[in-house]
T-cell receptor, first 116, second 115 residues
Framework: NAGVTQTPKFQVLKTGQSMTLQCAQD?????MYWYRQDPGMGLRLIYY???????DKGEVPNGYNVSRLNKREFSLRLESAAPSQTSVYFC???????????????FGAGTRLSVL | AQKITQTQPGMFVQEKEAVTLDCTYD???????LFWYKQPSSGEMIFLIY??????QNATEGRYSLNFQKARKSANLVISASQLGDSAMYFC????????????FGTGTRLQVFP
């Protein structure tokens, strides 16, 4: 009954360091997403993947890269972390992109990242 | 441009009372979906309820119902018989059907339930 699993839960980086946030889902969903949540703001979409092997930019993609490793896993990489990337990062997944469906997105527990 | 507005930064409600959390949206699309998520202090985002723009009846899920007024572009969440465990942040979100990958979120409302 895991759903969407994110690792790590917390991370502190120094400016310029790199790291990869991991996300895995066990619901056999086709679409996966990465969001960031900043204080006083709702979630904003960074990147998404409609299916294995495809990725597309969202609203705030600068400074990030993603990899859809397989159907289950979708990772987010910060190549050179900046203080502006201090945020809470959420991974989500949904069954598909069918416009006729609810396409409910289910979220992981989040990764709290601080860049000093 | 699509936008979600939640004008109540914080709300208080007494246990067992009902509370309404406001959400208005802006879209030029005729086909869209509206969602409410709950974020407790533990941080996860929990899906609560969905309303499609063509749904004729207001959505209900247990103690949650959505007061959907299409002409006014509002989708307010009603929580009946509030419980202490309902204390959390609540986010309204919208997805336009032509743009199926993008979920637009409001800034949220913090609900506190007191005994």
């Amino acid at each position: 009954n895991a759903g969407v699993t994110q690792t790590p839960k917390f991370q502190v980086l120094k400016t310029g360091q790199s790291m990869t946030l991991q996300c895995a889902q066990d619901m056999n969903h086709n679409s996966m997403y990465w969001y960031r949540q900043d204080p006083g703001m709702g979630l904003r979409l960074i990147y998404y993947s409609a299916s294995e092997g495809t990725t597309d930019k969202g609203e705030v993609p600068n400074g990030y890269n993603v990899s859809r490793l397989n159907k289950r896993e979708f990772s987010l990489r910060l190549e050179s972390a900046a203080p502006s990337q201090t945020s809470v990062y959420f991974c989500a997944s949904s069954v598909d992109r069918d416009a006729l469906a609810k396409n409910i997105q289910y979220f992981g527990a989040g990764t709290r990242l601080s860049v000093l | 441009a699509q936008k979600i507005t939640q004008t109540q930064p914080g709300m208080f409600v007494q246990e067992k009372e009902a509370v309404t959390l406001d959400c208005t949206y802006d879209t030029s699309d005729q086909s869209y979906g509206l969602f409410w998520y709950k974020q407790p202090s533990s941080g996860e985002m929990i899906f609560l309820i969905y309303q499609g723009s063509y749904d004729e009846q207001n959505a209900t899920e247990g103690r949650y119902s959505l007061n959907f007024q299409k002409a006014r572009k509002s989708a307010n969440l009603v929580i009946s018989a509030s419980q202490l465990g309902d204390s959390a942040m609540y986010f309204c979100a919208m997805r336009e059907f032509y743009n199926t990958d993008k979920l637009i979120f409001g800034t949220g409302t913090r609900l506190q339930v007191f005994p």
